[in-house]
C-alpha cells in the first residue's frame, strides 16, 4: 500500500512539473517553394555565412535604416528605439545577448543547406521559466532578422522581415505549457505567405528576401574653411585676368 501511495505521488508530481514546463517551439519550413534568402549582390545565402534569429518588436515603426551608421549601429538603434526581444533569450536581461541562449534553449533555426539550400529553415525553443518564459511572446508577431555571417560582429549586411499577408500568420500562439512542444511552422512561400515585407528599411521583400548592405557610407567631407578661401580667391583672380584681357 505504501508503495502504490509513493508511486502515485511520483506520477503525480510528474504531472505536475510537465505542465508548468514552458518549453515551445516556433519554426520555418524551408520547402522547394520556400523564398530564397540572398545577399545584396543577389547571391544566395547558406548556412555557413548567416545568421538567423526571431523575436518580436515592441514599436517595430520606431527605428528606420540610416545609411550613415555602421551595421553595429543600426542593429543597437533597432534593439533599443523598436523594443526588440529575441525568442530563446531572457526577456529579462539584455537582449543584444545573441551570442547564447538561457535555459537550455536549442536553436537549429537556420538558412537551411542540402537538399533545398538558401532557405529560412529549422526551429528553436524556449524553455525559459517565470518572467522570463515563452509566454511573453503570446499573441505577439514574429519578426526574422538575418544577418551574412555566424556573427552580427561579422556581418557588413541584414535584413528584418514580416509577413504581413500569410495564411498561418506570423503570430506567437498562446503557450499551452510546453505540453508536448508543439512547433508552430511558419511559411515564407509565396503559396503560404503571399506578402513578405522588409521592415525599417532593412532588406528588400517580395520573390526572395535580399538583405541590404547599405551601412557607414559617409557624406562627403566639407572643405576647410582655409581651402575654401583659396579657391574663392583663385576664381576672384581669374576672373578678374580674364576682364583685362577683354
Known amino acids: 500500500m505504501y508503495k502504490f501511495k509513493s508511486l502515485l505521488l511520483a506520477e503525480l508530481l510528474l ?9 515551445t517551439q516556433i519554426g520555418f519550413s524551408g520547402i ?5 534568402v ?3 549582390q543577389d547571391t544566395t545565402l547558406t548556412s555557413s555565412n548567416s545568421l538567423v534569429l526571431a523575436g518580436t ?31 530563446g533569450i531572457d526577456t529579462t536581461t539584455n537582449p543584444l545577448n545573441t551570442t547564447g541562449y538561457n535555459d537550455g534553449v536549442v536553436s537549429n533555426l537556420q538558412i537551411s543547406a542540402g537538399a533545398n539550400p538558401g532557405r529560412i529553415a529549422g526551429a528553436v ?11 511573453f511572446f503570446n499573441n505577439k508577431p514574429i519578426y526574422v532578422w538575418i544577418f551574412n555571417a555566424p556573427t552580427i560582429a561579422a556581418a557588413t549586411q541584414m535584413g528584418i522581415f514580416r509577413a504581413t499577408d500569410a495564411t498561418q500568420p506570423w503570430t506567437f500562439p498562446t503557450n499551452a505549457g510546453g505540453i508536448g512542444d508543439v512547433v508552430t511552422s511558419f511559411s515564407t512561400a509565396p503559396g503560404g505567405a ?22 557607414n557610407i559617409q557624406a562627403a567631407p566639407l572643405p576647410e574653411a582655409s ?20
Do not use: C, H, M
Open 194 to 215: 503571399p506578402t513578405i515585407a522588409a521592415i525599417g528599411g532593412f532588406g528588400t521583400g517580395g520573390s526572395t528576401l535580399k538583405l541590404t548592405d547599405q551601412f
Open 38 to 40: 540572398k545577399n545584396a
Open 227 to 246: 581651402t575654401a578661401l583659396f579657391g574663392l580667391l583663385t576664381l576672384f583672380v581669374t576672373a578678374t585676368s580674364r576682364k583685362r584681357r577683354i
Open 57 to 87: 518588436f515592441a514599436t517595430p515603426t520606431a527605428f528606420t535604416l540610416n545609411i550613415y551608421r555602421s551595421l553595429q549601429q543600426n542593429f543597437t538603434s533597432a534593439v533599443s528605439n523598436g523594443g526588440w526581444e529575441q525568442f
Open 32 to 36: 522547394p517553394s520556400a523564398r530564397l
Open 125 to 135: 525553443q524556449d524553455n525559459n521559466f517565470g518572467s522570463t518564459k515563452a509566454d
Open 15 to 23: 504531472v505536475i512539473s510537465a505542465g508548468s514546463a514552458f518549453a
